[in-house]
C-alpha cells in the first residue's frame, strides 16, 4: 500500500505523454535500422520487439485513465488527457502495424523510398518528444508552435513521398500481387505520418485554451 501511494503521489501526466513518445522514438529508431540492413529473416524478430514495446506503450495508457478516474483536479481537462492519450497510442499502433507488414505480408524486397519513409518517422518522432516537453513547462508553452509547424511541415513531405510512392508503385510494378502489398504498407506509412500531426494539432489547441 506505501508504493501504491508513493507512486499516486509522484504520477504526472506530461511525462506519461512523453513516456509514450519515447516508445515511439524506440520503435521507429528500430524500424529505421531494419529498413537499412533489410533481412526478411529478421523481421519476425523485429516484429515481436515492437509488439513487446507497443504492449508497454497500451500498459503506460491504461495506467494514465486509471489514475484519471479517481484524479480530483488533474492539470487540464479530463477529455484533453484522455484525447491525446489516446492519439499518442495511435501512432504506436500505426509503427506496429508497420512491423507486422514486414512479417505477414513477406516482404522479401523493401523498395527505395521505404527508408526515406523510416527516417520521416524518426526525426518527426523526436520533434514529438520534444513538443510534449515543452508542453510540460507552461513557460516554455509559445515554444509548442514552433515544433507543431516542423511537424506539420514534415507531414507535408510525407503527403508528397506518399504520393510519388504510389505513382511508381502503380506505372512500374507488373506483379499484382506486389502491388496489392505495397499499397496497403504506403497506406499504414501515410496514416501514421498523419498521426503524429494529430498529435501535434491536439497539443496546440489544448495549449490554445488554457493560455
Not at 531494419?34 to 523481421?43: P, Q, V
Not at 514495446?53 to 488527457?81: G, Q, S, W
Amino acid at each position: 500500500m506505501k508504493d501504491f501511494r508513493l507512486k499516486e503521489k509522484n504520477f504526472n501526466y506530461y511525462d506519461e505523454f512523453i513516456k509514450n513518445a519515447n516508445i515511439a522514438i524506440e520503435i521507429s529508431t528500430i524500424l529505421k535500422k531494419h529498413a537499412e540492413n533489410y533481412d526478411i529473416n529478421n523481421s519476425t524478430e523485429v516484429e515481436e520487439k515492437v509488439h513487446k514495446l507497443e504492449n508497454d506503450a497500451d500498459r503506460n495508457l491504461h495506467e494514465t485513465i486509471d489514475y484519471l478516474v479517481k484524479d480530483f483536479l488533474p492539470p487540464i481537462e479530463r477529455e484533453d488527457i484522455v484525447l491525446l492519450v489516446n492519439k499518442i497510442d495511435d501512432i504506436i499502433d500505426y509503427l506496429d502495424e508497420i512491423a507486422i507488414n514486414f512479417n505477414i505480408l513477406n516482404i522479401v524486397v523493401l523498395r527505395d523510398n521505404f527508408l526515406e519513409f523510416m527516417e520521416l518517422f524518426n526525426k518527426v518522432s523526436v520533434l514529438l518528444k520534444e513538443m510534449l516537453e515543452n508542453f510540460k513547462d507552461k513557460k516554455k508553452h509559445e515554444e509548442v508552435y514552433k515544433y507543431l509547424i516542423e511537424i506539420n511541415n514534415i507531414e507535408e513531405n510525407g503527403d508528397r513521398l506518399y504520393e510519388k510512392a504510389i505513382k511508381s508503385l502503380f506505372t512500374n510494378e507488373k506483379d499484382p500481387i506486389e502491388i496489392i502489398k505495397w499499397n496497403t504498407i504506403y497506406n499504414t506509412l501515410e496514416n501514421g505520418i498523419d498521426s503524429f500531426e494529430s498529435v501535434a494539432n491536439t497539443i496546440g489547441e489544448i495549449v490554445l485554451k488554457n493560455t
